[in-house]
């Protein structure tokens, strides 16, 4: 008996619809009922597309009945972050300012996802033009996880994570920038890599070279580990107006069933700078021997990755400012003055990030690079002996909205996203994945796993390796 298809995989439903077993449109029709059902529990949508997701469902079923062929992911519904674009839909970026605007064309990844069949179903929630790891804005409200609403799901991608992890689409594509795709998988139990930078194109005007300061990606989420690549699959490749954009170098879908024993993995669950609550470190502790019984070696190791805690952040916080204050030139591009008129559509902390801020000299920008390359020279050492590094995601599990941590194991941290191991890889440009790693008190932990630049087959290899021994496909609530 063929599974409903709120509970199946993007590939089982791809396979089903291929085999006849559903129809495209009663797919569509059944995501579209759990979403109604249930999208309120954690408020994950901005926007449900019904018209377009049936119009493309309908597409879908005559492209089978006349015997085209099919894409990889034909009549299988996804979700899209409201910071990209889908055409005809608004996208209002958790932003009253563009609470109305339709986007006139796709984003590339869109329109690569549509290539393949993908069937769009709605718009998820991010925070205030994506500025922030939990997600909560004034145009829809704030988003929880799907395993405590009252929690948040983390963000930016807070809204995918939540979708996926109350099973309301199979795949729900988010952007990282800072640990985006990362912290929401891990806080919703669910799979998300931040692959190496320009596998995913991510086409930015104004400024096309945006996406260096730091560095920031589209990154597959999912369920699974297999459906992560096939989306990734779909999406990846160079584009002609993403400087930073490489060429498809590889099947990531290939990479789910190869073998590990070839791997070499570091074990670190605090990345050697980081506070992580012991009940985390516990759950950590209890899933890495899976690797081992795949056939990968692991050791323990305490890294010297010649930077700390506190250096990271504050590299990134320079670098991230650039960005802020481009967003603030682009708002005023657009006839928008954050700076008088506007300043009340936008949030207090939003004001304080791209109007008031100061902005980095050139020097003190310098200074932070000088950080982010001894970041990287860090991971180079390590990367020269282990072919992947394996922390946790966050060092906490989901915390009530409005109540970020100011301490984690008597350490405190800076409460905003001090808790996070996730933005080192952004000043790097290399690939990590959150996966699912067990639970504390019904609480999801993701667990960390990141590689050299262009080793995303072996994250994808290694995170499949551990779904194998450790599923979770059962542990959603529902």
């Known amino acids: 008996m063929v599974p409903v298809p709120t509970r199946m995989t993007a590939a089982g439903l791809a396979r089903a619809i291929r085999d006849g077993e559903y129809s495209p449109t009663e797919v569509v029709d059944a995501t579209l009922e759990r979403i109604r059902e249930r999208a309120d529990r954690t408020n994950a949508f901005v926007t449900v597309t019904d018209e377009l997701a049936r ?35 608004r996208t209002t970026s958790g932003s009253l300012l563009f609470e109305d605007r339709i986007a006139d064309a796709d984003s590339p990844f869109v329109a690569r996802l549509k290539a393949a069949g993908a069937v769009v179903v709605g718009k998820t929630n991010t925070p205030e033009f994506g500025l922030g790891v939990t997600t909560d804005n004034r145009v829809a409200g704030r988003t929880g996880t799907p395993f405590d609403p009252d929690r948040v799901s983390g963000g930016s991608s807070g809204g995918a994570g939540a979708a996926l992890g109350d099973r ?94 070839d791997l ?67 708002l005023e591009r657009e006839g928008f003055d954050p ?30 690079d000088v950080v982010r390359t001894r970041v990287l020279d860090g991971f180079a050492d390590l990367f020269a002996e282990y072919d992947l590094l394996v922390t946790a995601t966050v060092g906490t599990t989901p915390f009530p909205h409005g109540e970020e941590p ?52 072996d994250v994808i290899a290694a995170s499949a390796a551990l779904e194998r021994r450790r599923p979770w496909r059962d542990a959603y609530p529902d």
């Open 168 to 261: 309301l689409v199979p795949l729900a594509p988010g952007s990282d920038a800072g640990g985006s795709v990362r912290i929401p998988a891990s806080f919703c139990g669910v799979y998300g890599l931040k692959p190496t930078q320009g596998v995913l194109p991510n086409v930015s005007r104004p400024n096309a070279f945006a996406n260096h300061t730091p560095f920031s990606t589209v990154g597959p989420m999912a369920r699974t580990v297999e459906d992560a690549a096939l989306s990734l699959d779909a999406m990846a490749g160079a584009h002609p107006r993403d400087p930073f954009s490489v060429p498809k170098r590889e099947s990531y879908r290939d990479a789910v069933d190869r073998p590990v024993d």
């Open 264 to 330: 070499k993995i570091a074990y670190s669950p605090d990345m050697g700078i980081y506070p992580v609550d012991p009940d985390v470190r516990e759950v950590l502790e209890e899933a890495i021997p899976a690797f081992e019984r795949a056939g990968a070696t692991v050791d323990a190791v305490d890294p010297d990755l010649g930077h700390d805690n506190e250096e990271s952040l504050d590299a990134y916080y320079t670098m991230a400012t650039v960005r802020w204050q481009s967003l603030l030139d682009a």
């Open 406 to 457: 100011e301490a984690i194991d008597g350490v405190d941290i800076e409460p905003l996203r001090g808790w996070a191991l996730t933005q080192p890889y952004n000043l790097t440009g290399q690939p990590a994945a959150s996966i699912p790693a067990g639970f504390v008190d019904g609480l999801p932990v993701g667990m960390q796993i990141a590689g050299e630049r262009h080793a995303d087959a």
């Open 55 to 89: 119009e493309m469902a309908e597409e879908a079923e005559r492209a089978i009945d006349e015997g085209e062929p099919l894409g990889p992911l034909h009549g299988v519904p996804v979700a899209i972050k409201d910071l990209d674009d889908v055409e005809g839909v």
């Open 339 to 368: 700076r008088g008129d506007d300043r009340g559509h936008l949030r207090p902390y939003l004001v304080d990030l791209i109007v008031d801020a100061e902005e980095p000299t050139t020097r003190e920008y310098e200074r932070a």
